[in-house]
């Protein structure tokens, strides 16, 4: 067996692991709540720019990791191996129940929900779990497959935004409505508005999970996880660029 059937993501694969495991809804309903609580979007900006650093010294410290540990596991791995192994079960249990199981069980819930309308004779439940049966069954037996399907889907992804960005950044009526609202910033809620940003960030660490299926893992585990990190918070920059600035604020808020 060569090192692509035994390894058979690369860097491309493993980028847009961590692209599609970051890229979601909060992106789309997050900056409403931001621009509610900091009444400014400029302060929102700066917002998913410091989710953006954050998660990126995430990324760094676990691609540092990544080179010390080239394996699958993730936190599990890490744990166990710089601190106790009962410590890295406690965490490879909070991850598969917590981290995986529980957003994967909502998002299949929620495509049933979606299909629902025009699957009259199934329920959403019954949907959601075939589609996790079936995605099992593509990354379980056809790995290669599995990456060339995880790729194609994060390309579209993209490629949609883009067009969305294309379409709207033309008919931003300007960023006159900022400059009443800076004076009066408050650290509180601007630090607990972080908390929000993060859940949009989450999924950074994707790759190392599978860190044992990447070909030369010392060099694109890292990169990997940088490359994602970095393309999300531009994604996310620029989006919420043409969200705050589309309408005024208060409007934005409501």
Same mark, same amino acid.
């Given at each position: 067996?060569?090192?692509?059937?035994?390894?058979?993501?690369?860097?491309?694969?493993?980028?847009?692991?961590?692209? &599609?495991?970051? /890229?979601?809804?909060?992106?789309?309903?997050?900056?409403?709540?931001?621009?509610?609580?900091?009444?400014? +979007? /400029?302060?929102?900006?700066?917002?998913?720019?410091?989710?953006?650093?954050?998660?990126?010294?995430?990324?760094?410290?676990? %691609?540092?990791?990544?080179?010390?540990?080239?394996?699958?596991?993730?936190?599990?791995?890490?744990?166990?191996?710089?601190?106790?192994?009962?410590?890295?079960?406690?965490?490879?249990?909070?991850?598969?129940?917590?981290?995986?199981?529980? +957003? $994967?069980?909502?998002?299949?819930?929620?495509?049933?929900?979606?299909?629902?309308?025009?699957?009259?004779?199934?329920?959403?439940?019954?949907?959601?779990? $075939?589609?996790?049966?079936? *995605?099992?069954?593509?990354?379980?037996?056809?790995?290669?497959?599995?990456?060339?399907?995880?790729?194609? &889907?994060?390309?579209?992804?993209?490629?949609?935004?883009?067009?969305?960005?294309?379409?709207?950044?033309?008919?931003?009526?300007?960023?006159?409505?900022?400059?009443?609202? *800076?004076?009066?910033?408050?650290?509180?809620?601007?630090?607990?508005?972080?908390?929000?940003?993060? !859940?949009?960030?989450? %999924?950074?660490?994707?790759?190392?999970?599978?860190? %044992?299926?990447?070909?030369? +893992?010392?060099?694109?585990? +890292?990169?990997?996880?940088?490359? %994602?990190?970095?393309?999300?918070?531009?994604? !996310?920059?620029?989006?919420?660029?043409?969200?705050? !600035?589309?309408?005024?604020? /208060?409007?934005?808020?409501?």
């Amino acid at each position: 067996m060569n090192q692509r059937d035994a390894r058979p993501f690369g860097l491309s694969s493993a980028t847009a692991l961590v692209v &599609a495991s970051m /890229v979601g809804t909060g992106v789309f309903t997050t900056s409403g709540l931001l621009l509610e609580v900091l009444k400014s +979007p /400029v302060r929102v900006l700066i917002a998913w720019l410091l989710g953006g650093l954050i998660a990126g010294c995430g990324a760094l410290s676990y %691609g540092a990791l990544a080179r010390r540990f080239p394996e699958s596991g993730g936190e599990y791995l890490f744990i166990s191996r710089i601190l106790h192994p009962a410590a890295g079960c406690v965490a490879g249990w909070i991850s598969l129940l917590v981290g995986f199981s529980a +957003p $994967l069980a909502a998002s299949a819930y929620g495509f049933g929900e979606y299909l629902s309308p025009w699957l009259l004779s199934s329920s959403p439940q019954l949907t959601g779990s $075939l589609l996790l049966f079936g *995605i099992a069954w593509l990354h379980g037996f056809l790995r290669q497959g599995g990456s060339w399907v995880q790729n194609l &889907a994060v390309v579209i992804n993209l490629l949609l935004f883009m067009g969305f960005l294309l379409l709207a950044w033309p008919q931003l009526p300007g960023m006159t409505h900022d400059a009443p609202v *800076i004076a009066g910033f408050e650290w509180g809620p601007f630090l607990t508005s972080l908390i929000w940003v993060s !859940y949009s960030y989450s %999924g950074w660490n994707a790759a190392v999970y599978i860190g %044992g299926e990447v070909r030369n +893992p010392e060099r694109n585990l +890292p990169r990997a996880l940088f490359l %994602g990190t970095g393309l999300v918070t531009l994604l !996310y920059l620029a989006l919420n660029f043409v969200f705050v !600035y589309s309408a005024e604020p /208060v409007s934005l808020a409501e």
